[in-house]
């Protein structure tokens, strides 16, 4: 049985820590400048006539340049050292490639930046009024040229607000999406405590009162029945309550709170055999947590629909995901609906997770994969 993992190269990229993914940039941009056919190629403003790079050339163009390794790690410092260096490159004359490093250094901020937002705009525009002042010295630019030049950095500015202003309505859209899926899943756990409660409660009375009836042979038997129907009664009671536990989300997955639920399955008369492979991240969260989920709804599903039937529960750690298979032997697909699993699919599906449920090789299978990895 075989279960895509999703592009395994992409989980490795986006684990690494974003200092070395901002690496590329900063490395592209100053190879670039130092390529000789490239030299007086970059942004120019004013009239310095152009010179070629130098040992303080070299120092200027790798100051506009690697600060980029930290442009999401430290936005507003970096905008202050590539602002820096993008001054000297122009006063100088070197006009090398590395100047675009100021817009990247603008969209960043603009992303990144948390606090004093305001403050960083009004700074950024009063340190460009004498930078272009200086360089209109020599009277070979127009005010015209240095009002644009300042628009494109505005419009850089806003582009990182706008990717922001994105993010932050994103995030909003999951939390709503997350809510709803928990209320959803709440007023379904509502109703199937009803259902249970009135199942097993209904079975015992029956069976108690056919319990006057019977003969001493038959009487062992049927109280047998009874404490069996108890205690399934007492587990799904539990399952649903600590569904409804509002801090259940935050309980983790370890091999031993799996044994637990295993161990208590068995008690109650259904044969599992439980395997673990890879081991858990140090950090766990909502993923795993919902990996614990979906492992005990659906061996809940299991007493209820195909008791007595073999299951085996596989939880999979690595890839950047959790892997969890539950399957019951020779259940039949009519005999276990996946109404109980309909909340889980959601709240999988929130995790970028995949989620499945149904017959297959003769029983039913409840198969789910949720990555773990934390997207940038």
């Known amino acids: 049985m075989r279960i895509a993992t999703g592009r395994p190269g992409t989980d490795r ?23 000789p056919a490239l030299h007086s190629n970059g942004t120019q403003l004013g009239d310095v006539p152009a010179r070629p790079v130098d040992a303080l050339g070299l ?7 690697l600060p980029l390794v930290l442009r999401r790690r430290w936005p507003g410092g970096c905008l202050v050292l590539v602002s820096l260096g993008f001054a000297l490159d122009q006063l100088r004359g070197y006009q090398t490639v590395a100047g675009t490093a100021l817009a990247f250094a603008l969209i960043s901020a603009g992303a990144h930046l948390d606090r004093f937002r305001l403050p960083a705009v009004v700074l950024a525009s009063a340190a460009y009024v004498p930078l272009a002042l200086a360089l209109s010295c020599g009277g070979g630019e127009s005010v015209l040229g240095f009002v644009t030049f300042y628009l494109a950095l505005v419009v850089a500015w806003g ?29 379904r756990i509502a109703r199937e405590l009803h259902d249970v409660v009135t199942h097993h409660v209904t079975a015992m009375v029956v069976q108690t009162e056919a319990a006057r009836y019977l003969t001493a042979d038959r009487l062992d038997e049927t109280l047998s029945a009874i404490t069996d129907s108890g205690r399934r009664a007492i587990a799904d009671l539990r399952n649903l309550l600590d569904l409804l536990d509002p801090d259940h989300h935050a309980d983790p997955l370890s091999a031993g709170d799996l044994r637990t639920l295993v161990a208590r399955t068995r008690q109650a008369g259904q044969p599992v ?21 979906v492992v005990r709804e659906a061996l809940t599903n299991a007493l209820k629909h195909a008791h007595g039937s ?5 939880v999979r750690h690595g890839n950047g995901a959790v892997t969890v298979e539950v399957g019951t032997a020779g259940a ?11 909340g889980l699919r959601e709240r999988v599906a929130v995790l970028g997770g995949e989620f499945t449920a149904g017959p297959e090789d003769g029983g039913f299978l409840v198969r789910a994969r949720i990555p773990t990895g934390r997207a940038s």
């Open 273 to 293: 055999e439980f395997t673990e492979e890879g081991r858990a991240a140090q950090a766990v969260g909502s993923a795993e947590a919902t990996a614990y989920r």
């Open 159 to 187: 582009i990182g607000s706008w990717l922001r202003q994105s993010r932050a309505a994103e995030a909003g859209q999951r939390r709503r999406a997350v809510e709803t899926t928990r209320a959803a899943e709440r007023t």
């Open 310 to 314: 073999p299951t085996t529960v596989l």
């Open 59 to 65: 120092g200027v163009v790798a100051l506009e340049c």
């Open 332 to 342: 039949r697909p009519r005999a276990t609906p996946v109404g109980g699993l309909a």
């Open 13 to 35: 990229w986006r684990r690494l820590d974003v200092v070395i993914r901002d690496a590329p940039l900063a490395l592209a941009l100053l190879v670039a400048s130092l390529i």
